[in-house]
């Protein structure tokens, strides 16, 4: 299993960006995946999760009615689409696959907002 994320960058407060997770090795259409971030001195954190069919997401209150979490089964691929950010969205994102009991993660992408 693998996953590729894509997509962080520098963008200013309220703008927008659209984070990429290219997942390999599993069965996109039926397992579960999620998007958690990590802020400097922060614990990691679930952003938000999507079912393997699509039908049912996740979001933690903070990016409620900003963030859209969706998934393409075809092409294997999460998207974390991100809007109105401000400075509390900084962090490293990482896109994450449970698979039979198993967290696996992509590499993180990092997320600056400027002020």
């Known amino acids: 299993v693998q996953l590729q994320a894509s997509g962080g960058g520098l963008v200013q407060a309220g703008g927008s960006l659209r984070l990429s997770c290219k997942a390999s090795?599993?069965?996109?259409?039926?397992?579960?995946m999620g998007w958690y971030r990590q802020a400097p001195g922060k614990q990691r954190e679930l952003v938000a999760s999507?079912?393997?069919?699509?039908?049912?997401?996740y979001y933690t209150d903070s990016v409620k009615g900003r963030f859209t979490i969706s998934k393409d089964n075809i092409r294997r691929t999460l998207y974390l689409q991100m809007n109105s950010l401000n400075a509390e969205d900084t962090a490293v994102y990482y896109c994450?696959?449970?698979?039979?009991?198993?967290?696996?993660w992509g590499q993180g992408t990092l997320v600056t907002v400027s002020s």
């Open positions: 999507i079912t393997g069919g699509g039908g049912s997401t």
């Open positions: 090795g599993i069965n996109a259409a039926i397992t579960p």
């Open positions: 994450n696959a449970p698979l039979r009991g198993t967290d696996f």
